[in-house]
């Protein structure tokens, strides 16, 4: 039980590597509220013991208001996992400035948001807590096919460097996690057999193996990482 009696606040976890995460914060102890854009995640949040909050993670009031009705709920907050994300399409040409404005809304400033009004929270409850971006691999090297993805990833990360390394002394620790390809619903298996060749490992990576990494992250067992960007890519960024 790496989480017992702590409160996270998980964005995007009615679905993917959010839902993994919030399964598995669940059996290690922990309260989850899940902050996600379809109504039909408190389907999902009744059936897995989490709650729920219905908002849009691209607009600033909205997360802010999903904190707070966090804290609302459950009294407190200890760890955030920034999880909503969309893929994005097109280079540097091709890309619509709409498919630009919707990727950097969602997988940047959305992380922005969720890490801004957390840790303001944190800091006045004033007993430290962590925050766990998801990052990519793809914003540690570039895909030149999907400009605003690897452009809003590449932004997460030098994000989480710096609030990582600002708000250490008080406690708060933020952390990413760079995954390569994962098996998700949202991608049929012709286009993951693809995708295995991309990695050394010669395979996708699967959700829970990124659920546990986040937990790692999130539990004491790391109280002395942050700022720290951790690849789960079957060795893509380490050739």
Do not use: C
């Not at 590597?17 to 009744?46: R, Y």
């Not at 600002?166 to 298996?189: C, F, H, Q, S």
Request: hydrophobic share 45%.
């Amino acid at each position: 039980m790496q989480l017992e009696n702590k409160v996270a606040f998980i964005t995007g976890g009615g679905s993917g590597l959010g839902l993994a995460t919030a399964k598995t914060f669940i059996a290690e102890g922990a309260k989850v509220m899940i902050f996600d854009f379809n109504p039909k995640s408190q389907e999902v949040a009744d059936e897995i013991g989490a709650k729920f909050v219905q908002g849009d993670v691209s607009k600033a009031e909205s997360v802010e208001a999903a904190v707070a009705k966090t804290v609302e709920e459950f009294g407190s907050l200890h760890i955030a996992v920034a999880s909503a994300g969309v893929g994005g399409e097109g280079d540097v040409v091709t890309s619509t400035v709409e498919n630009w404005e919707r990727t950097n809304g969602i997988d940047y400033s959305g992380v922005f948001y969720t890490n801004k009004y957390v840790i303001e929270q944190l800091l006045k409850q004033g007993d430290g807590g962590v925050v766990v971006n998801l990052a990519s691999m793809f914003g540690l090297v570039a895909v030149s096919n999907n400009i605003a993805y690897s452009a809003s990833k590449g932004g997460v990360v030098n994000m989480t460097r710096a609030a990582g390394t600002m708000y250490a002394k008080e406690g708060i620790r933020v952390n990413a996690v760079a995954p390569g390809v994962i098996r998700t619903p949202l991608i049929d298996e012709p286009t993951l057999e693809q995708y295995a060749n991309l990695h050394p490992a010669g395979r996708v990576g699967e959700a829970q193996e990124v659920a546990d990494l986040i937990t790692f992250l999130a539990s004491d067992k790391a109280k002395f990482i942050t700022g720290a960007i951790i690849p789960i890519d079957g060795g893509y960024t380490a050739v």
